[in-house]
């Protein structure tokens, strides 16, 4: 069983678009994130979901809105795509925030959506 | 601003020999540190994480943190061809988010 599954796979769309990424996790964590990686291969956070209880917004725009419906998903949807936005997006999740016990703060990553905005 | 630095290489070792990846980090209170390897097209994946001062063992793979220095550093002995993937290191802060370096490549020809 995949730990952490995300779909979909690829994403190739036009500018102006609206899409939506889905996230799943079946490791029982408490805590989810959204990672972006560029053509530079820098891994950088988006959001991180805590309990379904947003904990961290990075200066991400608003055209990107995350939702947890319950503990096991995240999903990311992005309004009024631009090119800019073309990337990999990765998903992770983690027992818990705080790290209260050795190697539960431990990040597992999704295969990752590569998103392609023409 | 949080952040962690690594040479982004390439690194080139021969097979068999040791390759040392290294990394600083700025932000005194991290107090985890993750080492992840990310093939082509692939997520990270998890390789070592360390969380005292010191080394820690793990097969063929050595994590040491020096929180003094601000520094972690993974040997890799033995190297294979399989080795060759990007290295990232990553600073964690209880309650924040992984602040990852930009990566190392490591190229282990045979």
């Known amino acids: 069983d995949t730990a952490v599954s995300q779909t979909p796979k690829y994403l190739v769309t036009q500018m102006g678009n609206d899409k939506s990424i889905k996230c799943e996790q079946n490791l029982g964590h408490d805590t989810m994130y959204w990672y972006k990686q560029d053509s530079k291969k820098f891994l950088k956070i988006m959001f991180s979901?805590?309990?379904?209880?947003l904990i961290i917004n990075e200066t991400v725009p608003n055209r990107f809105s995350p939702k947890s419906p319950d503990k096991a998903h995240l999903n990311l949807h992005i309004n009024s795509l631009e090119l800019g936005d073309s990337a990999v997006y990765f998903c992770?999740?983690?027992?818990?925030?705080?790290?209260w016990g050795v190697g539960t703060d431990t990040q597992y990553f999704g295969p990752g959506t590569r998103l392609t905005v023409l | 601003q949080k952040e962690v630095e690594q040479n982004s290489g390439p690194l080139s070792v021969p097979e068999g020999a040791i390759a040392s990846l290294n990394c600083t980090y700025s932000d005194r209170g991290s107090q985890s540190f993750f080492w992840y390897r990310q093939y082509s097209g692939k997520s990270p994946e998890l390789i070592m994480s360390i969380y005292s001062n010191g080394d820690k063992e793990d097969g063929r793979f050595t994590a040491q943190l020096n929180k003094a220095s601000q520094y972690v550093s993974l040997l890799i002995r033995d190297s294979q061809p399989s080795d060759s993937a990007t290295y990232l290191c990553?600073?964690?802060?209880?309650?924040?988010?992984?602040?990852f370096g930009k990566g190392t490549t490591l190229s282990v020809s045979s």
């Open positions: 992770a999740s983690s027992q818990d925030l705080q790290g």
């Open positions: 979901y805590n309990n379904k209880e």
């Open positions: 990553a600073a964690y802060q209880a309650g924040t988010a992984l602040i």
